[in-house]
T-cell receptor
C-alpha cells in the first residue's frame, strides 16, 4: 500500500501570497492531521480532521485553514503568507479519529517544504 | 498539558559505540510515549511506542526505550550505532482526554540530532 502522499514537495512563494498543500492518506485511514516544522524545531500541531470534521486545532492564526474531502484527502491553505510561515508542512494519517488508542498511531508523509521570500 | 523535554540537542558518537538519547515527559494522566526519526530531507518515521505493558519497548533498526514512571523518562538506546543512524530523533507525547488539551495531537520535543562518525 502507498504511504501518506503530499504535494507539492517543494514550493516558493512571496509574502502576501496564498498557498494550498495537499495530502492523500493511507488507504483505509479516515483521519488526517497537519503539522508545521520550522527549521531546527519539532513539529507543531495545526489541525486534525476526521470524517470531514475538524477535531482539533493548534495555536495558529486564522490565516491557516484546512478541509477534508469525501475520499479523506485533505488540503491545508495558508493566506497572506509571512516569512515566518517558511517551514516543512507534514501531513499524517491514522485509521480513526482517536489515533492514540491501541496500535492506531500516526503515519507521516514526507512533507511539503514551503519557502516564503 | 502534556509535554516532553529532550535534554540534548546534539549527540555525536563514533560508529559501533552505544548511544542514549534522553527524553523526559510531563503528564498528569496515563501516558503514551513515542519516538520518531527524521532522516535528512524526509518526513517522520515511527521508531517505537509505549502504550502499556512492559516498560522496555523494542523498535525498528535495533533501537529500544525504557519507560520509567518514577523518573518520568523515556530514554532511547542503541547498543551499537551505524553511520546510517545519523538523523534527528523526536520524542512525543499525545494529548489525552480530560487533560485540557485536544485528544488528537502529538506534542514533540525539540529533537536530538544524532551524528554518527566513522
Amino acid at each position: 500500500d502507498a504511504g501518506v502522499t503530499q504535494s507539492p514537495t517543494h514550493l516558493i512563494k512571496t509574502r502576501g501570497q496564498q498557498v494550498t498543500l495537499r495530502c492523500s492518506p493511507i488507504s483505509g485511514h479516515k483521519s488526517v492531521s497537519w503539522y508545521q516544522q520550522v527549521l531546527g524545531q519539532g513539529p507543531q500541531f495545526i489541525f486534525q480532521y476526521y470524517e470531514k470534521e475538524e477535531r482539533g486545532r493548534g495555536n495558529f492564526p486564522d490565516r491557516f485553514s484546512a478541509r477534508q474531502f469525501p475520499n479523506y484527502s485533505s488540503e491545508l491553505n495558508v493566506n497572506a503568507l509571512l516569512l515566518g510561515d517558511s517551514a516543512l508542512y507534514l501531513c499524517a494519517s491514522s485509521r480513526t479519529g482517536t489515533p492514540f488508542s491501541g496500535a492506531n498511531v500516526l503515519t507521516f508523509g514526507a512533507g511539503s517544504r514551503l519557502t516564503v521570500l | 498539558a502534556q509535554s516532553v523535554t529532550q535534554l540534548d540537542s546534539q549527540v555525536p558518537v563514533f560508529e559501533e559505540a552505544p548511544v542514549e538519547l534522553r527524553c523526559n515527559y510531563s503528564s498528569s494522566v496515563s501516558v503514551y510515549l513515542f519516538w520518531y526519526v527524521q532522516y535528512p530531507n524526509q518526513g517522520l518515521q515511527l521508531l517505537l511506542k509505549y502504550l502499556s505493558g512492559s516498560t522496555l519497548v523494542k523498535g525498528i533498526n535495533g533501537f529500544e526505550a525504557e519507560f520509567n514512571k518514577s523518573q518520568t523518562s523515556f530514554h532511547l538506546r542503541k547498543p551499537s550505532v551505524h553511520i546510517s543512524d545519523t538523523a534527528e530523533y523526536f520524542c512525543a507525547v499525545p494529548s489525552l482526554p480530560n487533560s485540557g488539551g485536544s485528544n488528537y495531537k502529538l506534542t514533540f520535543g525539540k529533537g536530538t540530532l544524532l551524528t554518527v562518525n566513522p
